[in-house]
């Protein structure tokens, strides 16, 4: 089973407009990242928080993390249609520490022109 | 670095058929992933290889599966016999550290299967 799961499972905003998707886990984590999936292509990283970490920008990307309630957050500021793709969070579980990630089950962004 | 690629980008065989998928990770980096992805089931990891050993292989969803990583710069995942249930995209990722370190993984533009 997928350790994350993300929230909602599809957003649709308009352009200019932010974009809040979460992530809640199950497990003790060593760290936690963010991925971008365009239609038909491969994963991409864009961001990885620690688990001493509660904060993190990258750009018009900030990610927050409560390792007390288990779940993270990705915003995206002033959000354009090129941000239009699946984001999928993944957990480097401690217990799996050495192991690998695990991926959740993604949230499809719409950013409508 | 052109990244991690893989071939072919598309495949489509009968049942039966043996299929190989190949994987040639970014130069340096020591873990190499393969996943596997579906509407059901979402990203799944198969297996993976540290310095071209397999690590965990409890992925891998029966004896039909198999991979290999003969040295640093290539990876094969085999299916034999091929299945229409065995249909889905299949990624490579690579990494220089486990769990993703500092960078995260990364992927390679995933080849399509579908088996009829």
């Known amino acids: 089973s997928q350790q994350g799961e993300e929230d909602p499972q599809a957003l649709s905003i308009q352009e200019g407009e932010n974009a809040t998707m979460n992530c809640s886990y199950k497990?003790?984590?060593?760290?936690l990242q963010w991925y971008r999936q365009n239609s038909g292509r491969g994963l991409v990283h864009l961001i990885l928080?620690?688990?001493?970490?509660r904060e993190k920008h990258s750009g018009r990307l900030r990610v927050t993390l409560d390792t007390s309630k288990k779940s993270s957050s990705l915003l995206i500021t002033a959000s354009r249609a090129a941000d239009t793709a699946s984001y999928f969070c993944a957990t480097d579980e401690e217990e799996t520490s050495g192991s690998r990630l695990t991926f959740g089950e993604g949230t499809q962004l719409t950013v409508n022109p | 670095d052109a990244g991690v690629i893989q071939s072919p980008r598309h495949e489509v065989t009968e049942m039966g058929q043996e299929v190989t998928l190949r994987c040639k990770p970014i130069s340096g980096h020591d873990y190499l992933f393969w996943y596997r992805q579906t509407m059901m089931r979402g990203l799944e990891l198969l297996i993976y290889f540290n310095n071209n050993v397999p690590i965990d292989d409890s992925g891998m969803p029966e004896d039909r599966f198999s991979a290999k990583m003969p040295n640093a710069s290539f990876s094969t995942l085999k299916i034999q016999p091929s299945e229409p249930r065995d249909s889905a995209v299949y990624f490579c990722a690579s990494s220089p550290w486990t769990g993703g370190g500092y960078y995260g993984y990364t992927f390679g533009s995933g080849t399509r299967l579908t088996v009829v």
């Open positions: 928080i620690r688990s001493n970490e």
């Open positions: 497990t003790s984590i060593n760290n």
